[in-house]
C-alpha cells in the first residue's frame, strides 16, 4: 500500500527537523574563545586496544571562561587523552599535570573569528539545501500520487503548499541559528 499525504509531510517535517539538529550539533563544535565542554565530546581516545569517546573515560567540566578540565576516572589513560586532544582539529594544547589535563582556550583574533563565521555560514548553506532535497523529495512522492482514486489535484495543491511552509519554517531556523552562533563568535 503506498503512503499517505499526510505520512508524506510527516516525514518530511521530521527530516526537516533532524537537519536542524544535525546543524545545531555542528555548530556545537564550532569554537567560540570561550571554554566549552560540547568541543570534546566528539573526540575520541584510542585506550584498552580500543576507541572510546572522551566523555566516556574522563569527567569534563569548564572552570572558567578560558579553561576546562578533564579529570580521567582511570590516570593510566591520561597520556592518550593528552595525545587524542592534540590530533584533534581543535587547535589546543592540554597541560598534565599527572591528575588531570587543563585546556586554555586562547583569545580568538579577528581574522580566525571571521574564519569560524565563514565556516558557520557554510554549514547553515549545507542544511539551506538538505532541506530544499526534502522539499523535492516530497514534492515528487506527491506528484506521484496525481491521479489515484481519492486524491484530487486540491489535495496535491495543498500538501504541497504546507511541504513548502516547512521549507520556509526550517529555513528560518536555520537562519536564526547561523546569526546566533555569528554573534557568539564575533562577542570578545
Same mark, same amino acid.
Given at each position: 500500500?503506498?503512503?499517505?499525504?499526510?505520512?508524506?509531510?510527516?516525514?518530511?517535517?521530521?527530516?526537516?527537523?533532524?537537519?536542524?539538529?544535525?546543524?545545531?550539533?555542528?555548530?556545537?563544535?564550532?569554537?567560540?574563545?570561550?571554554?566549552?565542554?560540547?568541543?570534546?565530546?566528539?573526540?575520541?581516545?584510542?585506550?584498552?586496544?580500543?576507541?572510546?569517546?572522551?566523555?566516556?573515560?574522563?569527567?569534563?567540566?569548564?572552570?572558567?571562561?578560558?579553561?576546562?578540565? *578533564?579529570?580521567?576516572?582511570?590516570?593510566? /589513560?591520561?597520556?592518550?587523552? %593528552?595525545? &587524542? $586532544?592534540? #590530533?584533534?582539529?581543535?587547535? =589546543?594544547?592540554?597541560?598534565?599535570?599527572?591528575?588531570?589535563?587543563?585546556?586554555?582556550?586562547?583569545?580568538?583574533?579577528?581574522?580566525?573569528?571571521?574564519?569560524?563565521?565563514?565556516?558557520?555560514?557554510?554549514?547553515?548553506?549545507?542544511?539551506?539545501?538538505?532541506?530544499?532535497?526534502?522539499?523535492?523529495?516530497?514534492?515528487?512522492?506527491?506528484?506521484?500520487?496525481?491521479?489515484?482514486?481519492?486524491?484530487?489535484?486540491?489535495? *496535491?495543491?495543498?500538501?504541497?503548499?504546507? /511541504?513548502?511552509?516547512?521549507? %520556509?519554517? &526550517? $529555513?528560518? #531556523?536555520?537562519?536564526?541559528? =547561523?546569526?546566533?552562533?555569528?554573534?557568539?563568535?564575533?562577542?570578545?
Amino acid at each position: 500500500m503506498a503512503i499517505t499525504i499526510d505520512e508524506i509531510i510527516e516525514r518530511t517535517e521530521g527530516h526537516m527537523k533532524r537537519t536542524e539538529e544535525v546543524l545545531a550539533e555542528q555548530f556545537a563544535g564550532v569554537r567560540t574563545g570561550r571554554a566549552t565542554t560540547t568541543l570534546f565530546e566528539k573526540i575520541m581516545v584510542v585506550a584498552y586496544g580500543s576507541e572510546m569517546p572522551l566523555n566516556q573515560m574522563a569527567n569534563i567540566k569548564s572552570t572558567d571562561a578560558q579553561t576546562v578540565v *578533564i579529570e580521567p576516572w582511570d590516570r593510566s /589513560v591520561i597520556s592518550h587523552i %593528552d595525545k &587524542a $586532544i592534540q #590530533a584533534s582539529d581543535l587547535g =589546543l594544547t592540554p597541560s598534565n599535570d599527572g591528575t588531570v589535563l587543563r585546556v586554555s582556550f586562547p583569545a580568538l583574533t579577528e581574522e580566525r573569528r571571521k574564519e569560524l563565521a565563514k565556516l558557520c555560514r557554510g554549514y547553515a548553506e549545507d542544511g539551506r539545501i538538505a532541506v530544499r532535497n526534502v522539499r523535492q523529495k516530497a514534492n515528487r512522492a506527491l506528484e506521484d500520487r496525481k491521479g489515484e482514486e481519492g486524491i484530487s489535484d486540491d489535495d *496535491i495543491f495543498r500538501a504541497m503548499d504546507r /511541504v513548502q511552509k516547512l521549507t %520556509d519554517d &526550517a $529555513i528560518e #531556523a536555520i537562519g536564526k541559528l =547561523l546569526e546566533k552562533k555569528e554573534a557568539e563568535i564575533m562577542a570578545i
